[in-house]
């Protein structure tokens, strides 16, 4: 036990021990590693179980293979009408090669951001300040077409570029304050002037129906009364048509009993008479006597003379 090679040879299989487990790499989800051997590299690990050569082997860089945002503070631009404000811009973007994110270029973060501020220079330069502050995702859409294309040697995927703030001049912004008060104000009145135009309309419609109605009313009462007019004398000229066929009805009775009774000549005279009679207590002037009646009267003469004698 006191043997001193024992002793080393515990010592020498800690270390490998120790060395094996310092090599023993496991590499996370959404991770990549980049391995050099020998200063070149090598290859890329993925995720899982993986043992690095000691010495010979390193890892050179760890990569995330998530999105991510790049918040880059303001930068100043000119529009094509000479104003000058302030930009800053958020960048969405994704490693999908981590080999080309490691040995493409320097600082990629630092290229991304100098990338877009040049980029975004350019666009707002042809721009006119009106059109830049309403056409945000147009130059989002121009600025991720530009930079994916640039930053695709770099193994970088920007997959969206967002224009974060626009500070315009201070005294562009009261300009368009006041400008912005006054379209409220203008739609202000003529919502105001329609709504009076449709109070107006919606008066004089209710009028209008109002005076179709009474016409209608009217109408409809005119109807009525004529109807009622036009039935009583319906009534009236039955009633009298009836009358008339009742006088005669009579008259006609009054002929057959007459008939009926074989009256003789002498009783039809006396008759005729009577209704003389009756037609002399009138109101007539002048009356012509038929000459029968005359005859019968000369007869009724002579009685009366003889009854006196």
Known sequence: MDNPLIYVLFGLLALVVIIIAANIKIVPQSKAYVIERLG???????????????????????????????????????????????????????????????????????????????????????????????????????????LDEATDPWGIKVNRVELKNIFPPREIQDAMEKQMKAERERREAILRAEGEKASAVLVAEGEKEAKI???????????????????????????EAQAILAIQRATAQGIELINAANPGEGMLRIRSLEAFEHAADGQATKIIVPSEIQGIAGLVGAIQGTAGK
């Open 213 to 239: 109605l009474a016409a209608e009313a009217d109408k409809q009462a005119a109807i009525l009364r004529a109807d009622a007019v036009k039935e009583a004398k319906i009534r009236e000229s039955e009633g």
């Open 40 to 146: 070149a590299f090598s290859e890329t690990w993925q995720t899982g179980f993986h043992i690095k050569i000691p010495v010979i082997e390193r890892v050179a860089k760890v990569v995330s293979l998530k999105e991510q945002v790049a918040d880059f503070p303001p930068q100043p631009v000119i529009t094509k009408d000479n104003v000058t404000m302030q930009i800053d811009t958020v960048v969405f973007f994704q490693i999908t090669d981590p080999k080309l994110f490691t040995y493409g270029v320097e600082s990629p973060l630092s290229a991304i951001e100098n990338l877009t501020a040049t980029t975004l220079r350019n666009i707002i330069g042809d721009m006119e300040l009106d059109h830049t502050l309403t056409s945000r995702d147009t130059i989002n859409a121009k600025i991720r077409v530009i």
